[in-house]
């Protein structure tokens, strides 16, 4: 069953494209917490008082960047199904170990409760929607685990739009403490709705198109 909205196949290409480039470079780029002395990782306070939770949530949730996108990939699945699972279950662990690092984070989050309150939201429903995906494709849902597994990696795209609106913050010289609590919210929170409505829509657009198939049979 087919979730989504139609797209034309050139689209499809460019926006999996873009969206591997830009998972493989804040993935990858995550992963330098786990290197001795944290090389050109920025200066964080959480360096310093959480230093072993923010390895753990940094390195994982760089790795299941790394991994997310492939789950989505037809040709992968459909060539190499045993590939797909593998790639699949290191996802998983990945947010596993990243999501239940990312709530001492949260609760330790500078911006006070309301910042606290919106990165704890996501660590929670990180683990939930992924747990959620799991569950069906163990029981065989494959339409439901699909999209499950889309409001899973929207959250763990969560780590590509926080960086960058800290980019945009610091090309516009904007000082990040002037807008950091917001960031516990709009990292995460407007993409996960336009992922609902895009979903809903392209659940809207196969009802009417079943319809009209069976009305002309």
Same mark, same amino acid.
């Given at each position: 069953?087919? =979730?989504? $909205?139609?797209?034309?196949? !050139? ?7 873009? @969206? ?44 299941? #960047? ?5 789950? !989505?990939? +037809? ?9 797909h699972r593998a790639v ?5 662990? %990945? ?10 984070? %949260? ?20 683990? +939930? +929607? ?6 069906? =494709? ?14 899973? !990696?929207?959250?763990?795209? %969560?780590?590509?739009?926080?960086? /960058?609106? =800290?980019?945009?913050?610091? %090309? ?13 919210? +709009?990292?995460? /929170? $407007?993409?996960? #709705? @336009? #992922? ?22």
């Amino acid at each position: 069953m087919n =979730i989504t $909205p139609t797209s034309t196949p !050139f689209a499809r290409r460019v926006g999996f494209g873009l @969206l591997i480039l830009a998972s493989l470079l804040i993935g990858l780029s995550a992963l330098r917490y786990g290197l001795p002395g944290q090389p050109f990782a920025p200066p964080m306070p959480n360096l310093l008082n959480q230093r072993e939770w923010l390895v753990l949530h940094a390195v994982t949730g760089g790795l299941a #960047l790394v991994l997310g996108p492939w789950q !989505f990939s +037809t040709r992968l699945r459909a060539r190499h199904p045993g590939l797909h699972r593998a790639v699949g279950w290191g996802y998983v662990l %990945a947010i596993l170990v990243g999501g239940i690092a990312s709530l001492p984070l %949260a609760l330790g989050a500078e911006g006070g409760p309301v910042a606290q309150l919106g990165f704890a939201l996501l660590g929670v429903i990180w683990l +939930t +929607t992924t747990a959620i995906a799991l569950g069906h =494709i163990r029981a065989h849902r494959i339409a439901e685990h699909r999209r499950w597994m889309l409001r899973s !990696f929207v959250l763990t795209a %969560a780590g590509i739009t926080l960086r /960058l609106q =800290i980019g945009i913050g610091n %090309a516009f010289e904007v000082p990040i403490d002037q807008y950091y609590t917001s960031l516990a919210w +709009t990292s995460w /929170l $407007p993409q996960a #709705l @336009l #992922l609902e409505w895009w979903m809903k829509r392209g659940r809207s657009a196969h009802a009417r198109h079943s319809s009209h198939a069976s009305a002309s049979f």
